[in-house]
């Protein structure tokens, strides 16, 4: 089936830029999002780009699409401890129809 | 803002019970779901429903039911509830039409004594 794939740790630096990269393998795809969980609480959905699309900036949010390569990277700008939290690459319109695929999700340690 | 509830948000109950738990949404979406996810651990679907009186397996196998008698709730019930039912579980939904981005409620954490 259909996958997507991400790095599982990420550690930076308060004030530094963050990068989340993400593959996924379904080149139908049509919305490829991405999603923050903080402890306990259910996924809230951060931005999401459409497929004709190689970037999409939101404030300290970049999202770069690489169609090609059937990559996604986050990039937060000016990472703030609050911004600590599992990131969730996933996907939809493809193969899978209106179901949405999860990566595992990318563990970010902001450091003080 | 995405408006979907989730209740119980903790529910701590012993082995054999019946238990349900409970989502509903207000923004009229045809499409709702219910994950389970271990704490920090990826995302499991296990029900979903294209509207009223749809209802879907996942892509993990559920000992769990579920029902869609109204658009707006697509409550989740565990006959006789066990420890391995002991997670986290997620309700969504998508809005009409075309695929877009998914709505998540807050969740319910399930403990089985």
């Known amino acids: 089936g259909e996958d997507v794939e991400q790095s599982l740790f990420l550690s930076v630096r308060e004030g530094d830029s963050s990068v989340i990269n993400c593959t996924y393998t379904?080149?139908?795809?049509?919305?490829l999002y991405w999603y923050k969980q903080e402890p306990g609480a259910g996924l809230q959905l951060l931005t999401y780009i459409f497929s004709n699309m190689d970037m999409k900036q939101d404030q300290r949010l970049t999202v770069l699409l690489n169609k090609k390569d059937k990559h996604l990277s986050l990039r937060i700008a000016d990472t703030q401890t609050g911004d600590s939290a599992i990131y969730f690459c996933a996907e939809s319109g493809g193969t899978g129809g209106f179901k949405t695929i999860f990566g595992a999700g990318t563990r970010l340690f902001v450091k003080a | 803002e995405a408006d979907i509830y989730q209740t119980p948000r903790y529910l701590v109950i012993g082995t054999g019970k019946k238990i349900t738990l409970e989502c509903s949404q207000t923004?009229?979406?045809?499409?709702m779901y219910w994950y389970q996810q271990d704490p920090g651990m990826e995302l499991h679907l296990i029900h979903y429903?294209?509207?009223?009186?749809?209802?879907e397996k996942g892509d993990l196998s559920s000992e769990s039911t579920v029902s869609r008698i109204r658009t707006e709730h697509f409550p989740l019930t565990l006959e006789s509830a066990r420890p391995s039912h002991t997670s986290q579980y997620l309700c969504?939904?998508?809005?009409?039409?075309?695929?877009?981005?998914?709505?998540f409620g807050d969740g319910t954490r399930l403990s089985i004594l």
């Open positions: 379904d080149s139908s795809s049509t919305y």
């Open positions: 429903s294209y509207g009223v009186n749809s209802t």
């Open positions: 969504a939904s998508s809005a009409r039409g075309a695929v877009g981005p998914q709505h």
């Open positions: 923004m009229g979406h045809d499409k």
